[in-house]
């Protein structure tokens, strides 16, 4: 059996540790830092149409594009935020204003909209994302598929306010 000795050096030494860890640490559950807010991604601003039109769908469709909207920290689901999309489609390509459409986040903070099917152009099949209301930093995404023959592609934004 192991005997503990209380010595006053022991009991000096564990009253430091507390009171250097923070006695708050002793009455509250630990927490993550929180949710950090995403980045813009290199290119992700490329054939940027500001004030593209909140749309059903873009052009005929086929493909799914689809994610979240969240807050920076607390990750929250950011309802009504507007998302514009665009890509090099087999309808247009990027930089047309029929390849062009936004649409609105749900109470949940997800969003979904249809377009036509992605191609590739310079190599890779990809897409470009933005959220640029102004509540919030405005913050491009260009996501590359890893096929594509994939027929829906996701995009995550955290954000942070302006």
Known sequence: MTNVVLNRRYLLAAGGSVLASGVSGLLLPARAEG??????????????????????????????????????GDGAPLAGQRIQIWAHTTEGQEHEPQSHGATLTDKDGAFRLEMPQIIPIFGQPHGHLAYDSGEFKTVFLRPVMRSAKETSLEAHFVLQPA
Not at 40 to 53: D, E, H, L, T, V
């Open 35 to 72: 949710l950090a807010p995403t980045d813009s991604m290199s290119g992700g601003a490329n054939n940027y149409r500001k004030g593209a039109p909140i749309v059903d769908r873009i052009g005929k469709g086929g493909f799914w594009m689809s994610g979240t909207v969240r807050r920076a």
